[in-house]
C-alpha cells in the first residue's frame, strides 16, 4: 500500500471533469507516464491518458473543457481530447522528435509547465532548454519564444494579455502574450464545446467538415 501524490490538477469547465498527474517514487515508472481524468459528479476514474515516455508534469484544460494539455519530461506538450483520449496535437521542443529511449531520460529539454490562455486558442510552455514557447492549436511550432531560465510554472491573466511565469529561484517575470482576435467561427466552436462533449458533437446532423471543426480537428 502507498500514498499517491497528486502533483498537479486540473478541473474542466463546471467542474464535471478533473485531470491529475501524480508523482511518488514508491509508484512505478509507467504510472508517472500517465494522465488520469475524473468524473466529479460521480467521483470514479474515467479514463486514463497514455501516450507520453516520461513523467507528466503539468496539465490544463482549454477554457471550453473541450482540450486538455499536458506538459512531460519527455520534451512535448500533448493536446488531447479528454472524451475520448485522443491526440489531437503534440509540441515538440525538440527537433528532431527524440526517440523514445532519449525521451525518456535526462534530454535536457524537460517541458516543467502548461497553461490554456483564455481565448482557447493559445498555449504556453516552459522548457529546460531556458525558453517560454507560445503556440497556436492549430500551428506546430511556436508563434513567439522568450528567455526564461529555470521556469517551474506559468499563468495567463483573465484576459489573456499576460503571461506570468515563476521560477525555482521565487521569482516571477511576465510577458505580453501573442494577440489576435479569435474568428466568430472559433467562438461559436467555444460556446457549442462547453455545452457538450465530442459524443453530443459527433451526434449533430451538420456535415463532416464541421463536425471536424467543433471537435478540432481541423
Given at each position: ?100 529511449i532519449f525521451a525518456g531520460g535526462a534530454n535536457d529539454r524537460w517541458v516543467r509547465a502548461v497553461s490554456f490562455s483564455h481565448d482557447g486558442l493559445h498555449v504556453a510552455s516552459l522548457a529546460d532548454d531556458k525558453m517560454v514557447r507560445f503556440w497556436r492549436i492549430d500551428e506546430d511550432y511556436p508563434v513567439q519564444i ?73
Open positions: 500500500m502507498f500514498n499517491i501524490i497528486i502533483k498537479f490538477s486540473s478541473f474542466s469547465l463546471r467542474c464535471a471533469i478533473l485531470s491529475s498527474v501524480c508523482l511518488n517514487e514508491a509508484i512505478t515508472f509507467a504510472f508517472l507516464l500517465q494522465v488520469f481524468l475524473w468524473n466529479m459528479d460521480k467521483y470514479t476514474m474515467i479514463r486514463k491518458l497514455e501516450g507520453h515516455h516520461h513523467d507528466v508534469v503539468a496539465c490544463d484544460f482549454s477554457p471550453d473543457g473541450a482540450l486538455l494539455a499536458t506538459a512531460s519530461y519527455d520534451t512535448r506538450v500533448f493536446i488531447w481530447d479528454p472524451y475520448n483520449g485522443d491526440i489531437l496535437m503534440e509540441f515538440g521542443h525538440l527537433f528532431p522528435p527524440p526517440t523514445p522568450a528567455p526564461l531560465s529555470n521556469g517551474l510554472c506559468c499563468a495567463f491573466s483573465t484576459d489573456g494579455s499576460v503571461l506570468a511565469a515563476g521560477t525555482h529561484d521565487g521569482s516571477v517575470y511576465f510577458w505580453a502574450t501573442p494577440r489576435q482576435v479569435p474568428s466568430l467561427q472559433h467562438l461559436c466552436r467555444m460556446s457549442i464545446r462547453r455545452v457538450m462533449t465530442t459524443q453530443e458533437v459527433q451526434e449533430l446532423p451538420v456535415p463532416s467538415k464541421v463536425l471536424e471543426f467543433l471537435s478540432y480537428r481541423i
